[in-house]
């Protein structure tokens, strides 16, 4: 169900320097430009300390480049302000992390919740589409477990239903599968690429796992900031 | 948000606690001191009916306002003749003198009563006719060896018609109950004709008298002309003691609720110290919240709610704490004063200690909304 035809993320001559002007300056992304498809599946590979992280923060507007342009569904973030980029992160990006990031005094139904609930829907609302998605996760007997008494590949399943509660066009993930054993990172993977695949989510994923080449239709390659292989798997 | 707020507070029960105490006892500070001045206030208020149109007059030094009127009530010494050069001064309608007894053996905030002597037929003077009898009858023309009782000598002492009273070795009947006016004087009051209590402290003269003007508007003029028509006398009108009595007062409002508000103050602080090592552990979650598409202002209003919340607990809990705190000084002021919790002074401390729970929460709150998500997220 590949849309293929519209260009969901647009990176045009990006670079990325922390600390610019003092001393402890560090240049991570270095004219950075490619364009993602909308349904596609990229991964980005390259050493620590690539930049793989930066990258992946821009995408999902929780860094700002420090010159070039970005487009996320065709809005160039570089022209928005704090709570316009909270808008883009809340409706069209949903974030999976390598540590889950739940939160802990909430349970699993809670946590998916309060993603619908900062973008507005009411309880009833909210309750029964994180109710469905958990579902959908194969997580409905643990609704009201919270992240604790969870295992990793569950909590990551919770973390994948908070990442779609408010039915985004990006899925981006930082390393998801680096805390999760081999085979239940490999049903998360084989989840990801179902979501792809069925549902039409366009999936950025950041990874070591050398699995991936299964999984991905493009891997970009990253050292030192720089693209140095970009094509399909 | 707001269940979200009780749970996160709910984490850290021991702090949430000890920060609630903080603000508790603020709160019930501010309130328990503030029910002393304000029944004072109400005390104050009630008595002046008693000089409201009429001049109080005292021999001696004059001046030193209310506390120089309680010394002078002891020493005060008028003679019939002032009585006389009273009555002549012009739009005097009548003169009303009287004696005071108290019972000097015990101390002050355990006083039960005072005994006042009047000369009967002037008895309304004193009392007021809109006060009647709760038992009884009113002192009559000729009286000797009886009195009327307050309230609360009655319920004091429980006493009835019909019993005696013992006044400085002499026993008077007792043929009528006053019923409750909420006049101090009143209430405690163990009224005996003027010439029995003349008799009993062996005195010819008198400690006060009451002027009553014909006029109501003329009380300040007549006031003036009594000082002018015997050097020895001086006089106090309604108009002034309330003037002085509402200046003791504010300063006792301001003593007793600053002391208060600074209790609550470092309540305030304690809740700004809770919220500031909240939004510490809670870097990653906020992190979150913001990636997940919370903004700056929902991250500020979610941590406003829960120092709110953790002030307005402490507050109520402040408050009838305060309440039973007016009433303990009621029970130990033994009729002295009535500590009052108006619904203004209830109301006012809950809203100081919400103010205290936004001003402490502010900073914290700023700093989690300032909070970068990708710092946050990074912090192992
Ligand atoms: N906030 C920051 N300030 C300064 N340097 C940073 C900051 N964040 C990341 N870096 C540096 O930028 C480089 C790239 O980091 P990152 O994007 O996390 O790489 P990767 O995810 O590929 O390991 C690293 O050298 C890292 O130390
Ligand atoms: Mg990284």
């Known amino acids: 169900m590949n849309k293929g035809n519209r260009y969901i993320v647009k990176a045009e001559n990006v670079f990325k320097v922390y600390n610019p ?15 993602i498809r909308e349904g596609g599946f990229l991964s980005i590979i390259g050493p620590s300390g690539s930049g793989k992280t930066t990258l992946l923060d821009i995408i999902g507007c929780l860094l700002k480049p420090s010159s070039g342009r970005v487009f996320i569904d065709g809005m160039d973030i570089g022209k928005l302000d704090d709570s316009e980029l909270a808008r883009i992160r809340g409706k069209k990006i949903g974030f ?50 919270t992240p604790s008494q969870l295992s990793g590949g569950e909590q990551q399943r919770v973390a994948i239903a908070r990442a779609l509660a408010n039915d985004p066009k990006i ?20 989840l990801l690429k179902h979501l792809n695949r069925e549902k039409g989510y366009t999936i950025i994923l950041v990874t070591h796992d050398p699995r991936i080449g299964k999984y991905s239709d493009r891997i970009i390659h990253l050292i030192d900031g720089e693209i140095v292989k970009d094509g399909k798997a | ?49 008693l000089v409201a149109g009429r001049i109080m007059v005292f021999q001696g030094e004059g001046a030193a306002g209310i506390a120089g009127m309680m010394t002078a009530m ?38 039960g009563w005072v005994a006042i002597g009047i000369d009967p037929v002037r008895l309304n003077y004193f009392k007021g006719e809109n006060i009647l009898m709760y038992d009884g009858r009113e002192l009559e023309e000729g009286d000797s060896d009886v009195a009327i009782i307050g309230k609360d000598v009655a319920d004091k002492y429980n006493l009835e018609v019909g019993d005696s009273f013992t006044v400085k070795e002499a026993d008077f009947d007792i043929v009528g109950v006053i019923e409750r006016s909420d006049i101090q004087d009143i ?129 109520m809990i402040g408050i009838a704490l305060g309440m039973l705190g007016a009433f303990g000084i009621t029970m130990y002021a033994g009729g002295m004063l009535k ?42």
């Open chain 1, 21 to 35: 002007g003092q001393e402890n300056e560090v240049k991570v992304l270095n004219n950075i430009d490619f364009k």
């Open chain 1, 96 to 145: 999976i992390f390598q540590q889950y990031n739940l939160i802990h005094s909430l349970t699993a139904l809670e946590n998916v919740v309060l993603a619908l609930r900062i973008m507005g829907k009411s309880k009833q609302e909210a309750r029964r589409r994180a109710k469905s998605l958990l579902e959908m996760m194969g997580l409905g007997k643990r609704l009201d477990h």
């Open chain 1, 171 to 190: 899925i981006l993930g930082d390393e998801p599968t680096g805390n999760i054993d081999t085979k239940t990172g490999e049903k998360i993977l084989e």
């Open chain 2, 1 to 49: 948000m707001l269940d979200i707020a009780f749970r996160n507070i709910k984490r850290q029960k021991t702090r949430t606690i000890l920060t609630v105490l903080g603000i508790m006892i603020g709160i019930a500070a501010v309130v328990s001191l503030g029910s002393i001045s304000q029944g004072m206030n109400i005390m104050m208020e009630k008595s002046f009916e």
């Open chain 2, 74 to 111: 002891s020493t005060s010494e008028i003679t019939e003749e002032q009585i006389e050069t009273m009555i002549s001064v012009s739009g005097v309608k009548d003169v009303v003198p009287m004696s005071m007894y108290m019972d000097t053996s015990v101390n002050m905030m355990q006083l």
């Open chain 2, 187 to 315: 209430d405690m009051g163990v009224i005996v004709p003027i010439e029995d209590l003349k008799v009993l402290l062996d005195k010819d003269t008198y400690q006060m008298a009451f002027v009553i003007p014909e006029d109501v508007k003329d009380t300040e003029i007549i006031a003036e002309h009594i000082e002018d028509a015997d050097e020895d006398l001086y006089t106090m009108t309604g108009k002034e003691i309330a003037r002085q009595a509402s200046e003791i007062l504010d300063q006792i409002s301001i003593v007793t609720i600053g002391l208060g508000a600074i209790a609550a103050i470092v309540g305030g602080l304690g809740v700004m110290n809770t919220m500031i090592m909240a939004v510490l552990e809670r870097r990653r979650e906020i992190g979150v919240m913001k990636a997940i598409g919370a903004t700056n202002g929902m991250v500020l209003q979610q941590i406003l709610i829960e120092s709110a919340l953790i002030s307005l607990i402490g507050g």
């Open chain 2, 339 to 380: 500590a009052v919790v108006t619904p203004v002074l209830a109301v006012g401390a809950l809203a100081f200690a919400l103010c205290l729970g936004l001003v402490g929460g502010i900073y914290p709150a700023w700093k989690a909304a300032k909070l970068d998500p990708v710092e946050a997220l990074r912090y192992e």
